[in-house]
């Protein structure tokens, strides 16, 4: 299953081949389309634990000190708050350690999401919230929650989301990750600590004004940009029956969808074609000016309408515009959706505010 996931990904410019040097095994890279897939993502990632917080989140660059004397003094030495990192790193392995992993993993489907991207360039998303020792534990839980719940949110399938057990050290320190539960076996997420003793500062920097001098205690949750990808990928990927057979479809989340809409022509001759392609193209222009990705693919009415579908149910584009000879003499268009393969007709003047609200309401 997971082979056939990443295969049609490969296909609809999600993620790409390439081949590891003197040896025939495959290794994937990002793609075009996966481009635009992980730049959601990560803007998802980053309103999540930034902008919509109860407590005030800093974001970081990669100095780390800095940010963290800058947002102790501008809270007045008062907990809590946090910071947000997003740092760039890339692993390198030798040629022996990536033949050797690539031979027992790509065959028994026993890859981890970070390793399958592990010669692109990664990011790991962290942030760490600093916060009272009385309110750490309440918090922590709390924290494990709304990160499952961010996970849920965007999900094809949200039961496959879980908390493992709490994993307690000798320090006080405490563990928890998020999986997602596969067919071929569950996958490591996010993780989560709470850490009573952060030895990445000082006991000195820890000591906080409040009604008496405390040391903060540091909640931390951690996640790289490629496990979010992929994870993304292989949550929408399904296989849904439609007329005596299977469909491919990635059923992603309309705010995550790399395009979230595309045009299918159908014309009965050359004349009225040409007039839907300068249609579609004044649409489409007309949505992108207002902030909504959109797909239009020139002479994309060569195909079938319904090789168009499939095409553009394979990328993940929630809702496609049907424009036909009827929409020239009454201005009539077709929103089919990709989900349920269902149509509603729309004025052509009406399809950009409703779009808007599609998208606005999620």
């Not at 997971?2 to 290794?27: C, H």
């Not at 849920?152 to 307690?168: E, Q, T, V």
């Not at 563990?175 to 490591?188: H, L, M, N, P, T």
Request: proline share 3%; aromatic share 12%; with cysteine.
């Amino acid at each position: 299953m997971l082979n056939k996931i990443l295969e049609l990904a490969s296909k609809n410019g999600l993620l790409k081949k390439t081949l590891l040097p003197k040896v025939k095994i495959d290794q994937f890279n990002i793609g075009p389309i996966g481009l635009l897939l992980q730049n959601n993502l990560k803007l998802e990632w980053f309103y999540n634990v930034i902008i919509n917080k109860d407590i005030t989140v800093f974001p970081s660059d990669n100095n780390m000190s800095d940010t963290f004397d800058y947002a102790k003094d501008f809270c007045s030495q008062k907990l809590p708050f946090g910071i947000a990192e997003m740092k760039a790193y890339k692993k390198s392995y030798n040629s022996d350690e990536i033949i050797e992993y690539y031979k027992k993993a790509i065959d028994t489907e026993k890859l981890c999401f970070e390793d399958l991207l592990r010669h692109e360039e990664n990011m790991l998303m962290k942030c760490t919230i600093f916060i009272t020792p009385n309110n750490s534990t309440s918090f922590f839980h709390q924290w494990q929650r709304q990160r499952r719940m961010w996970w849920r949110k965007f999900s094809a399938s949200p039961g496959k989301y879980s908390l493992s057990d709490i994993r307690s050290e000798e320090d006080g320190t405490q563990f928890v990750e998020i999986s997602a539960k596969y067919d071929w076996g569950s996958q490591s997420l996010e993780t989560l600590v709470l850490d009573k003793q952060d030895r990445n500062y000082s006991s000195n920097q820890l000591q906080f004004k409040e009604k008496k001098f405390m040391q903060a205690h540091t909640i931390t949750s951690q996640v790289n940009l490629s496990t979010i990808l992929l994870n993304s990928i292989c949550d929408a990927f399904d296989e849904a029956p439609f007329q005596d057979k299977k469909r491919l479809l990635f059923r992603f989340h309309r705010k995550l969808a790399p395009y979230k809409i595309s045009f299918a022509l159908s014309g009965s001759n050359q004349a009225s074609l040409a007039e839907l392609n300068d249609l579609a193209m004044y649409l489409c222009k007309q949505l992108r000016s207002n902030h909504i990705s959109t797909l239009f693919i020139p002479n994309s009415s060569r195909l079938t309408l319904d090789s168009q579908y499939q095409q553009y149910d394979q990328l993940g584009i929630p809702y496609t515009v049907l424009l036909n000879g009827n929409t020239l003499k009454n201005g009539i268009i077709s929103l089919r959706s990709r989900d349920t393969t269902l149509k509603e007709q729309i004025h052509v003047t009406e399809l950009v505010p409703y779009v808007e609200k599609l998208y606005r309401n999620y």
